[in-house]
């Protein structure tokens, strides 16, 4: 289950006292105002915690120590309402270790051309005093995001809220566990990666058990506990017996039950908030999971098929980002299985054996249990639905030996064209952006999976700023890419993260 700290976002006025300490008051009275009425808006996700005005070096260097100390600190916002000389700020830049956002605004949304004098223009100088505090900024190198445009803008605040988003992701990547039951598929390439670099670069911590060990906590479940969850799951679900005989249908369904309770007992005793798993070893597990881990999917946690632990943290990072989001689509692991390239009909099929998050389904959910050729093991019972219509995104971080790359394409949701009786897995049928052809050749040149983490609720900025944070390359496929200019920016990038 998600369980995100208590996050707040630090607002922090940058000035001086060369105006004095009327001057000085007014700055701290609209900073205040300028705060108190952003949280009012509803529009942020998380609260705004006004600080007082930061005019020396000291104040300045201990506050970013105190943000960086404050677990609830997810960020800090600053803003130069009048001139505060940047040499002031190094100091605590170098020292600062949080994600920072550069609110270029001003107090007033308007010149007041009657009454303007020099006493009005001296308060209110962020149209240079940001100017001077963005240098250093750039100077110093750091990353940082900037938002400019009048605070009580609705939209505006719309990019703080996307920002935060993006911050809270950036805190909770040092706090990714993912627990690998079993190893990678044999031979995959796309689904490896350095998992020592993924720590330094991302603070993910990748461990291995073996499955026999967590399919003990599996046999741990008492029929109790299962017996009560999959009355859950007949009560929630349509049931499909589809000729099946009931009794023999139920248990295959409580196999699964007993599955989910076992596995997130693991993951809870062992601090773990992603899983990957593997149908090739399956050890003493009944089925391979699948009902089981698209609803520990729902829940939050991250997953990744075939040992892809890439995918799984990146799942629930995203799922994270998106915690208590507003009329939320979902967010799930998926994988491009099949093209339709009838003209005017074009897009790819997702799905995947067993493993789709309901959180983007659309319409009735239903349990099927149906014969699975991978894994060996007596049919698994599984959730099946077709998915949302609406834009998302499609993101995959690969490994490239040197480095690592985020892609992230934009994509349009569409219902299936036709029914598939004979499909019993869950789908999502989407277009990339550009188009099917232009998309899917940059997906190929850019080295992306044929797993991908997928959002509803997410945008390709929210995602890019998480990777420059991160330090690492992200590319785009959206609506304006270009083939040409595609594989230019792979070559610079190449040059500039090598």
């Known amino acids: 289950m998600i369980q995100t700290k208590n996050y707040q976002f630090w607002f922090c006025t940058g000035s001086q006292d060369l105006y004095g300490d009327a001057c000085l008051e007014k700055v701290a009275q609209h900073s205040r105002q300028m705060v108190e009425e952003l949280n009012k808006t509803g529009i942020l996700p998380y609260e705004l915690v006004w600080k007082p005005t930061l005019i020396t070096n000291e104040l300045i260097r201990k506050t970013f120590n105190e943000a960086n100390a404050d677990e609830n600190c997810a960020g800090v916002i600053t803003w130069m309402h009048t001139f505060s000389p940047a040499k002031s700020w190094i100091l605590g830049l170098q020292e600062y270790r949080k994600p920072l956002m550069h609110f270029h605004t001003q107090f007033n949304e308007e010149i007041p051309y009657d009454t303007i004098d020099m006493d009005f223009m001296n308060e209110n100088q962020s149209a240079h005093g940001d100017r001077e505090y963005g240098h250093i900024v750039s100077r110093m190198r750091i990353e940082r995001k900037v938002v400019v445009g009048h605070w009580s803008d609705p939209a505006v605040a719309a990019k703080i809220a996307s920002w935060m988003r993006t911050a809270v992701g950036i805190m909770e990547s040092s706090h990714i566990r993912v627990m690998r039951v079993a190893d990678n598929m044999r031979n995959v390439a796309v689904t490896e990666g350095d998992k020592v670099e993924a720590q330094i670069k991302f603070g993910w911590e990748v461990d291995a058990y073996p499955v026999n060990e ?67 070893d399956l050890g003493a597990l009944k089925q391979l999971p699948g009902l089981a881990i698209q609803r520990l999917m729902e829940k939050g946690y991250g997953f990744g098929a075939e040992g892809d632990w890439k995918t799984a943290a990146m799942v629930y990072l995203m799922k994270t980002m998106t915690a208590g989001m507003k009329d939320a689509k979902g967010t799930s692991m ?156 792979l070559m610079l990038g190449e040059v500039f993260y090598k």
């Open 214 to 280: 967590i399919a003990q906590a599996v046999e741990a479940v008492s029929e109790a506990d299962t017996n009560a969850l999959t009355d859950e799951y007949y009560s929630r679900y349509e049931i499909l017996l589809e000729g099946r005989e009931p009794q023999e249908f139920r248990r295959h369904v409580a196999v699964q039950a007993q599955i989910e309770l076992g596995f997130e007992r693991f993951l809870e005793e062992k601090n773990y908030q992603a899983i990957v798993t593997h149908f090739g």
């Open 334 to 489: 998926l994988e491009d299985y099949t093209y339709n390239l009838v003209k005017g009909k074009e897009g790819i099929l997702e799905a995947h054996m067993l493993e789709i998050c309901p959180s983007i389904a659309d319409g009735p959910i239903s349990i099927k249990c149906q014969p699975l050729s991978m894994g060996g093991r007596e049919d698994p019972a599984r959730l099946v639905f077709t998915s949302k219509e609406g834009a998302g995104i499609a993101v995959s971080l690969i490994d490239l030996g040197n480095r690592f790359r985020l892609i992230i394409n934009n994509v349009d949701c569409k219902k299936n064209e036709k029914a598939m009786p004979k499909l019993p897995v869950a789908t999502n049928f989407w277009v990339p952006q550009p188009d099917m052809y232009t998309g899917a050749e940059a997906w190929i040149l850019a080295g992306g999976a044929h797993h991908t983490a997928f959002s509803y609720d997410l945008t390709a900025e929210q995602m890019g700023d998480w990777a420059a944070a991160m330090g690492i390359e992200a590319v785009y496929i959206d609506g304006d890419t270009k083939i040409r200019e595609f594989k230019r920016d």
